[in-house]
Nanobody, 123 residues
Framework: HVQMVESGGGSVQAGGSLRLSCAAS????????MAWFRQAPGKEREGVAG???????SYADSVKGRFTISQDGAKTTLTLQMNSLQPDDTAMYFC??????????????????WGQGTQVTVS
């Protein structure tokens, strides 16, 4: 069973930066996608960024050029560096894992393991 625990959320002023981390454990398969999603009150969960097992990355259009997803060499820590934050980025952020070769961040149903979420508030 894959376990994922996020950290690093908080409050920041518009234009500021935050760095989210996700500690992942318990998965043994080699083909996977690790991703970040977010959900604002009253809105559907949306994919923010994903990184496949070959290191290829994908981003939502709304965060391209501002957010960067990365993974440590041991592939146990997933990171989301968020720069130039805007109030529209306010949401609960979740890390997730999918046993797929490629990342389909527009299909949350493909992700089978989820963290509990960390709140990001931009004012």
């Amino acid at each position: 069973h894959v376990q994922m625990v996020e950290s690093g959320g908080g409050s920041v002023q518009a234009g500021g930066s935050l760095r989210l981390s996700c500690a992942a454990s318990g998965y043994t398969y080699s083909d996977y996608c690790m991703a970040w999603f977010r959900q604002a009150p009253g809105k559907e969960r949306e994919g923010v960024a994903g990184i496949a097992s070959d290191g290829s990355t994908s981003y939502a259009d709304s965060v391209k050029g501002r957010f960067t997803i990365s993974q440590d060499g041991a592939k146990t820590t997933l990171t989301l560096q968020m720069n130039s934050l805007q109030p529209d980025d306010t949401a609960m952020y979740f890390c997730a894992a999918a046993r797929t070769i490629y990342c389909f961040i527009d299909l949350p149903s493909t992700f089978t393991s989820w963290g509990q979420g960390t709140q990001v508030t931009v004012s």
